[in-house]
């Protein structure tokens, strides 16, 4: 019940910014398109998050590196092994077969041994997990920009754009993919949670790991779903936003989305999938909103008129703090999070 | 800040002609003409044929003016404002600059630093960015950093016996390890002097921390800022600050901007403020508007890019400045073909015209095809039109490597300027010696990078530009002017 009222608020307040904004060229339409679709990345990465914090109460500074993992697999399947020509639809899934594997050794070597550590330790265990693995790319990959092509290419081979457009902005395809895989993983994601014996066996173990057992529930076998699962979104999520961003390079996830996705995690509650979803939406929203008032407005100081953007520096960051802030003021657990 | 160099200039050469005259200098002192000093004797400048020593061919009490020469030169004894001390010295083609003008202060007394400095070594620390938010690839940099050394070796040449050893260090591109790294390479490695050819924010840090340690500083010129304070920073390319203006003059001389909708797109730092202003000052005299001055955070992303390709889409904007670094301009040229907006993009600066940035741009759209930066280098496409020592020697040392690439190509020039001011300051060489003599440099020409022309109270040494252009039908930039200021 909670959870309709809260994205119906959130869909009306955004719908009225599309019909204030109707029919203004410079107006903030386009900018609520760009919202949805940067936040719909945001809100992929976040559903890891989530997913991971939800099942063992840790927070996973190591999930962009799934994705950054997986994404170069992409690369060396698609770019590198030159004597045979592998499809994106055929890397896709070995990328993301290496991020799962990333996932379960993780859990094996760090997660699992430290699991009964304070949790504090835990995060700074993935802290160093990330920078091994942004260390070990390097390595590999040389700390040079590198190219992914996207599933459908934004224009046609007359340079003809392939994607829709939304009040003058083009969405190109590959960000549509995200949008609709978002939405589905967090419905599936949600469904699992709430009425599967394998979904509530997660949910048993991280309020109480010892009364679970007790119960017959293997807390191993969980855990490795946990992370396997949450390595899984982020190699997703990693794949399908680097062609995105242009270029791919080491620790590109981390460096580029992870802080804006754990924002979106904790706005959204860190224990709702849903909230992911609509957290990475509203930090979107918020964040390319700011973008065009700090353009579009100005103020006169000493009979000069200067654009917000000029006048407080980081306007997007800012403003995103103020909203994350005003949110947790009036709901601490975020906008859909309870306890498990 | 504004300087003003010309005025200096003249009042340098006025100085300089007026102690020439008090210093009687007679008929058939100067050298014959096409001819040079190496290692005591004067040759003909092109066949290289010796004609004699300098006392056999202009007489004696001619010491002076090999001194004066400040390179190629033997002479014994210490000549005003020019180069000391006694041994030998060769070059390879780079031209020596032309008479110093005499100090207004006696040159150092012998003695001084002599850390990193042996009887055969000169030991030098350069940091750059090898990993971070803009890395150039270290295998390229470890390649290139000494290319130019071992290639001098191998024709024999040394600094008065002396060779180049170069220390390598990794900045992050942060400040703050830029810092800690070129602590290191002083105290720990002991190198003589510092050098950083990318990121401005590292250099000035780095610059800076010399500066307290009495360490010269030879580096990129990036921002003034600070760095118009330190007396041991040596600026080996044109500040952002004179480029600025030259910018305005190429967007409305070259590409017509004078009648167009011009843009302004820069990170929001405040080493980036006198590029800024520079270009601003200079759209405001050439007489063109800039309707879009939209600045950034470093840490912008996917949602600022996209945000500000709409903004200057919406607001037909045709030319556009960028100042960023190149990993986001590269999300902003993705962003803009996404949209189909093809402005002309032009900049200045160093990183932003290597070919990797040209390669991935080019593989995700066209929108980066035709942009044009300034450059302190020609393109590496172009190396053999300006050296073609440089892929002689990849082709000796590293065959692999394809004739090498632009780091290489950029570190061979950096390494072929420290030549040339060592080998101007003489076989004395001390850290006291090396900024007092190369504060009194001129037209030191290395024929890659610009003329170089250096004085007590102006250590930005260049002025001239390279232009290149990017070209997505081979992914790379390509020279289409040179050693230029002026459009």
Redesign the interface.
């Known amino acids: 019940m909670r959870t309709g009222i809260v994205i119906g608020a959130t869909v009306a307040l955004l719908a009225l910014v599309l019909i204030l904004g109707a029919g203004d060229?410079?107006g903030p339409n386009?900018?609520v398109v760009?919202?949805i679709?940067?936040g719909a990345?945001y809100g992929l990465v976040a559903l890891g998050l989530v997913l991971v914090y939800k099942g063992s109460r840790v927070f996973n500074f190591a999930q962009g590196e799934f994705g950054t993992v997986a994404a170069f697999t992409v690369f060396v399947l698609m770019e590198q092994v030159r004597s045979v020509d592998i499809p994106y639809w055929a890397a896709l899934p070995a990328g993301l077969l290496v991020a799962v594997a990333l996932g379960l050794a993780m859990e094996r070597v760090v997660v699992r041994p430290l699991m009964n550590s304070p949790r504090i330790t835990l995060l700074v265990a993935t802290i160093a997990f990330a920078l091994l693995t942004v260390g070990v790319e390097?390595v590999l990959f040389?700390?040079?920009?590198?190219?992914l092509e996207p599933l459908i290419a934004?224009?046609d081979a007359s340079?003809n754009?392939n994607?829709v457009e939304i009040f003058?902005?083009?969405l190109?395809p590959q960000n549509i993919i995200i949008v609709g895989v978002l939405a589905l993983l967090a419905v599936v994601l949600g469904y699992f949670f709430s009425k599967t014996d394998l979904g509530l066996a997660v949910l048993a173990t991280s309020q109480d790991s010892f009364a679970t057992r007790v119960v017959g529930i293997g807390v191993e076998r969980t855990s490795r779903f946990i992370w396997g699962t949450a390595a899984f979104l982020g190699g997703l999520a990693g794949i399908l936003?680097v062609p995105?961003?242009?270029?791919l390079?080491?620790g590109a996830m981390t460096?580029?989305?992870l802080i804006?996705a754990f924002t979106a995690a904790v706005l959204g509650g860190m224990t709702s999938l849903p909230g992911a979803f609509l957290g990475g939406i509203v930090i979107?929203c918020v964040?390319?909103l700011a973008?065009?008032a700090g353009?579009t407005y100005t103020l006169t100081i000493d009979d000069v008129v200067k654009p917000l953007?000029?006048i407080i520096?980081?306007l997007?960051?800012v403003a995103i703090i103020i909203v994350l802030l005003l949110v947790l003021l009036i709901r601490p657990q975020g906008l859909l999070g309870s306890e498990a | 800040m504004t300087r003003s160099r010309r005025p200096l200039a003249v009042v340098l050469v006025g100085v300089f002609l007026l102690v020439a005259a008090a210093c009687g200098q007679k008929p058939g002192v100067a050298l014959p003409e096409g001819t040079k000093i190496v290692d005591g004797q004067v040759v003909d400048a092109e066949t290289g044929e010796v004609l004699g020593t300098v006392e056999e061919v202009l007489g004696t009490g001619t010491t002076d003016l090999a001194g004066d020469l400040g390179t190629d030169t033997t002479g014994t004894g210490t000549t005003t404002g020019t180069s000391t001390g006694t041994g030998t010295s060769t070059g390879t083609g780079s031209d020596p600059g032309e008479p110093a003008p005499p100090a207004n202060e006696p040159p150092p007394s012998s003695g001084g630093n002599t850390t990193g400095v042996t009887d055969k070594v000169i030991k030098i620390g350069i940091h750059a960015p090898?990993?971070?938010?803009a890395?150039?690839?270290?295998?390229s940099v470890e390649i290139g950093k000494d290319l130019y050394f071992r290639w001098m070796a191998d024709q024999g040449q040394t600094l008065f016996g002396r060779n180049v050893e170069v220390v390598l260090k990794n900045d992050q591109y942060n400040p703050s390890t830029a810092v800690a790294v070129c602590k290191e390479m002083v105290e720990k490695d002991k190198v003589f002097m510092l050098s950083g050819a990318a990121g401005t924010d590292q250099i000035q840090a780095c610059a800076r921390y010399a500066a307290s340690v009495g360490v010269p500083y030879v580096g990129a010129g990036v921002t003034e800022l600070v760095l118009n304070q330190l007396p041991n920073y040596f600026a080996t390319t044109a500040t952002y600050n004179d480029q600025g203006p030259m910018l305005a003059d190429f967007l409305v001389s070259d590409l017509g901007a004078k009648n167009e909708k011009n843009g302004m797109l820069t990170f929001?730092t405040p080493n980036f403020e006198d590029a800024r202003q520079g270009f601003l000052d200079g759209m405001k005299k050439q007489g063109a508007a800039v309707v879009y001055?939209?600045?950034v955070?470093k840490?912008a992303?996917?949602?600022?890019a996209?945000?500000?390709v709409?903004?200057m889409k919406?607001?037909g904007i045709e030319n556009v400045f960028v100042l960023t670094s190149?990993?986001w301009w590269?999300?902003v040229?993705?962003?803009a073909?996404?949209?189909?907006y093809e402005p002309q993009w032009v900049g200045v600066g160093i990183s932003m015209t290597f070919d990797?940035?040209a390669s991935?741009?080019c593989?995700?759209?066209?929108s980066i095809d035709g942009s044009k930066f300034f450059s302190p280098f020609p393109a590496w496409f172009d190396s053999n039109r300006f050296d073609p020592e440089f892929r002689q020697a990849m082709n000796k040392f590293h065959s692999n490597e394809n004739g090498g690439d632009d780091f290489m190509w950029l570190s061979w020039s950096g390494s072929k300027t420290f030549w040339d001011m060592f080998k101007g300051v003489g076989q004395n060489l001390t850290r006291e010696a090396f900024i007092y003599e190369v504060e009194r440099m001129r037209a030191l020409k290395n024929g890659i990078g610009p003329a170089l022309s250096f004085a007590p109270d102006d250590h930005f040494g260049a002025d001239t530009v390279h232009v290149s252009e990017a070209r997505c039908s081979d992914n790379r930039w390509h020279t289409i002017e040179s050693f230029i200021s002026d459009f």
């Open positions: 060229d410079g386009a900018y760009i919202g679709a940067t990345i390097i040389l700390p040079e920009a590198k190219v934004a224009t340079g754009p994607g003058n902005y083009i190109e936003y995105i961003s242009g270029s390079t080491p460096s580029g989305i804006p979107g964040q390319s973008n065009w353009n953007q000029s520096p980081g997007p960051d | 090898l990993t971070g938010a890395p150039v690839p270290s295998d929001d001055d939209r600045r955070s840490g992303g996917t949602s600022e996209r945000s500000v709409q903004e919406t607001a190149p990993v590269i999300n040229l993705k962003q073909d996404t949209q189909q990797t940035v991935v741009a593989r995700g759209g066209s």
